[in-house]
């Protein structure tokens, strides 16, 4: 059973920077496509960025494109977003996912999650 756990959420202002971190256990993580997810209050959950098991192809939605990097550490087990420039939009509860298929396709199948981590970007 793989355990995701996030962390690095908080309370930032417009235009500042955060790093989530997603540590893995229990699995092999390398071998595993990563996503970052998002979801704010009364809105759908959606995928924020996606990165293949070997780091080499990654997927940005078009809203964080040019400010979100998704990144992976295979020999930490664990896959990062560096958020800059942040936006109000941005606030959201964000998790990370794991797909054992290992690349990035257009019917993904996440199916470990973790608990997620809060970031909260004020005006």
């Known amino acids: 059973q793989v355990q995701l756990v996030e962390s690095g959420g908080g309370l930032v202002q417009a235009g500042g920077s955060l790093r989530l971190s997603c540590a893995a256990s229990?699995?092999?993580?390398?071998?595993?496509?990563m996503g970052w997810f998002r979801q704010a209050p009364g809105k759908e959950r959606e995928v924020v960025a996606a990165i293949s098991w070997s780091g080499q192809t990654t997927y940005y939605a078009d809203s964080v494109k040019g400010r979100f990097t998704i990144s992976r550490d295979n020999a930490k087990n664990t896959v990062y977003l560096q958020m800059n420039s942040l936006k109000p939009e941005d606030t959201a509860g964000y998790s990370c996912a794991a797909d054992p298929r290992g690349v990035i396709t257009d019917r993904p199948e996440y199916i470990y999650w973790g608990q997620g981590t809060q970031v909260t970007v004020s005006s």
């Open positions: 229990g699995g092999t993580f390398s071998r595993y496509a």
